[in-house]
């Protein structure tokens, strides 16, 4: 490997077999393999590598400060997507099984940054359930607030809650499973009340939608549920101004 053009590699142990595959993965963005999923300031392709469907995320390279402080100071983002997939799993929080991290450095400065994992086996995300009248809609909202209030509870919080990062489906024996995901900006520091009724402020929904997820996430907390979908309520206005 030459000094300056390092590239770092890290895999899930039970996804060692697919180490190929996460070292060609700048090649095949370049090539246009897989399907475009997303395409923003970030880009999002699926692979299916040996029958197993794969997300990919290429995270687009940062500024000159943070292409220095993500070469030697800092963990870059698909790093902490990494990471921070394994403390949710950890802890029985659903997010999709994390495969590695791939990046390359080109002498001093940071480059190029893929995060993979398996692709999420939920069917829908939060605008979907919000959409209409979708079926046993209250019982899924309240499972968002719980799995919420477990994430702050650990001293989380994730900064871009918003209606694509929340993906779930009804299992056949009626359980709801949930998924977070786009980790990389989840931050480490207690929840208060404040901050914690302030992060559903992202998630569109009718007042009563709203109410829903303020009293069960208050409820599992221990806080006042009017209270809560006061605190909604007023930074959703506040981010309308």
């Known amino acids: 490997m030459n000094i300056f053009h390092p590239r770092t590699l890290v895999l899930s142990p039970e996804f060692s077999h697919l180490?190929?595959?996460m070292l060609t993965i700048p090649e095949r963005f370049r090539n246009n393999e897989g399907t475009v999923i997303h395409k923003g300031r970030n880009e999002l392709r699926e692979f299916?590598?040996?029958?197993i469907p794969i997300v990919v995320k290429s995270f687009r390279i940062p500024n000159i400060i943070n292409r220095i402080a993500y070469g030697f100071l800092r963990q870059s983002k698909a790093q902490r997507s990494y990471?921070?997939?394994?403390m949710l799993l950890k802890n029985g929080i659903g997010t999709p099984a994390p495969i590695g991290y791939y990046t390359e450095r080109k002498g001093f400065f940071f480059s190029l940054s893929y995060y993979a994992c398996l692709k999420s086996e939920c069917t829908h995300t939060y605008i979907d359930l919000i959409k209409s009248d979708y079926p046993n809609q209250e019982k899924i909202l309240r499972a968002i607030a719980r799995v919420t209030a477990r994430i702050h509870e650990l001293k989380w919080i994730h900064k871009?809650?918003?209606r694509g990062n929340?993906?779930?489906?009804?299992t056949s024996e009626g359980n709801i499973k949930l998924e977070i995901i786009d980790l990389n900006r989840i931050r480490f520091q207690k929840v208060n009340m404040k901050k914690g009724c302030k992060n559903f402020e992202r998630l569109p929904g009718?007042?009563?939608?709203?109410?829903?997820?303020a009293n069960e996430y208050a409820k599992a907390r221990g806080f006042n549920p009017d209270k809560c979908y006061e605190i909604i309520l007023a930074n959703r206005e506040r981010q309308r101004n």
Do not use: V, W
């Not at 299916?48 to 029958?51: A, L, S, T």
């Not at 929340?166 to 009804?170: A, C, G, P, R, T």
């Not at 009718?206 to 997820?213: A, G, V």
């Open 19 to 21: 180490e190929e595959f």
């Open 48 to 51: 299916k590598i040996n029958g």
């Open 83 to 86: 990471i921070y997939a394994k």
């Open 160 to 162: 871009d809650y918003s």
């Open 166 to 170: 929340i993906l779930f489906k009804e």
């Open 206 to 213: 009718s007042p009563k939608t709203l109410r829903i997820l």
